[in-house]
């Protein structure tokens, strides 16, 4: 069956950085792209980006815009977010989400990474 | 920019008593571009409506998505206790997705 599995909680100081990974089993991984979206503690989803599994490109809402990698590496079926610059305001459950036909939804999710950004 | 608007912010309601769960768009979106989840804590936020009013496989059909232009609704008919979680709306505007902020469904 489709799966999408995270890496663990993080707990990272301001100013370092995160990378959370999103292991895909199931499905064909160059079909679909890879979107991460975030719920940081008492707000709603907050979409983040996205990456073509088929050729790297990605797209990001503009809060991200250069603070934000994302990469994804089809010999191992894997998606990977790096988050850069932290702020204690990125605290927050990150997913991972596969898109589904046509690219207009998000069919399958990962498990949910936390991250805390704390001093 | 593109914004959805729920409302209620909170709806609370009975078991067996009816939802209606409304996403105001800031512009007018395709049908197709339309999507409603279910979030419950601790949970991945799941697909229950694509294209404005396609059931995710294995969604129930007490779920039922409507509505085009600006104005989409999300309808639950005959709540379950399993039903009440936080419910969003998103928009894809071909190369960007948006949720609503949500709309909490709670035990009256």
């Known amino acids: 069956q489709i799966q999408l599995v995270q890496s663990g909680a993080e707990v990272k100081k301001p100013g370092a950085s995160v990378k959370v990974s999103c292991k895909t089993s199931?499905?064909?991984?160059?079909?679909?792209?890879i979107n991460w979206v975030r719920q940081a503690p008492g707000q709603g989803l907050e979409w983040i980006g996205w990456?073509?599994?088929?050729?790297?490109?990605?797209n990001f809402a503009g809060k991200f815009q250069g603070r934000v990698t994302l990469t994804t590496d089809r010999s191992t079926r894997m998606g990977d977010m790096e988050l850069r610059a932290l702020r204690p305001d990125d605290t927050a459950v990150y997913y991972c989400?596969?898109?589904?036909?046509?690219?207009?939804?998000?069919?399958?999710w990962g498990q949910g990474t936390r991250v805390i950004v704390s001093s | 920019e593109f914004v959805l608007t729920q409302s209620p912010d909170t709806l609370s309601l009975s078991p067996g008593e009816r939802a209606t769960l409304s996403c105001r768009a800031s512009q007018a979106i395709s049908d197709i571009n339309l999507a409603w989840y279910q979030h419950k804590p601790g949970q991945a936020p799941r697909l229950l409506i694509s294209?404005?009013?396609s059931r995710a496989a294995g969604v129930p059909d007490r779920f039922t998505g409507s509505g085009s232009g600006t104005d989409f609704t999300l309808t639950i008919n005959s709540l379950e206790p399993d039903d009440f979680a936080v419910y969003y709306c998103q928009q894809h505007d071909n190369t960007r997705f948006t949720f609503g902020p949500g709309t909490r469904l709670d035990f009256k």
């Open positions: 294209g404005a009013s």
């Open positions: 989400a596969r898109d589904g036909v046509g690219a207009t939804h998000f069919d399958h």
């Open positions: 199931g499905y064909i991984f160059t079909d679909y792209h």
């Open positions: 990456i073509s599994t088929h050729n790297g490109g990605t």
